[in-house]
């Protein structure tokens, strides 16, 4: 079993910024890709960015150029740095992992941005 938690979500103005962290603790071999995901109220789930072990990443295009994911295999962690926020960012974000072909989901963070 692997368990995710996320933090640093919370309420932040148009144009401002988050970094969004997801610590991994468990069973943690081979957790390939790690991910983001966002669900906004009324619609599904969506990646919004992920990223290998290598450090090769993949970012959905509304996100490219404001989003930065990163990983630190050493400390089980990935982060989410998100910049120049939008209102339709809006969303709970979790965190996502790959293991074997099994996903494990964290519970959520809230982020909101204002206009």
């Known amino acids: 079993q692997v368990q995710l938690v996320e933090s640093g979500g919370g309420l932040v103005q148009a144009g401002g910024s988050l970094r969004l962290s997801c610590t991994a603790s468990g069973s943690i071999l081979s957790l390939d890709p790690m991910s983001w995901y966002r669900q906004a109220p009324g619609k599904q789930r969506e990646l919004v960015a992920d990223i290998i072990s290598s450090g090769d990443a993949y970012y959905i295009d509304s996100v490219k150029g404001r989003f930065t994911i990163s990983r630190d295999n050493a400390r089980n962690m990935v982060y989410l740095q998100m910049d120049s926020l939008k209102p339709e960012d809006t969303a709970v974000y979790y965190c996502?992992?790959?293991?074997?072909?099994?996903?494990?989901w964290g519970n959520g963070t809230l982020v909101t941005v204002s206009s």
């Open positions: 996502g992992a790959d293991q074997y072909g099994m996903i494990y």
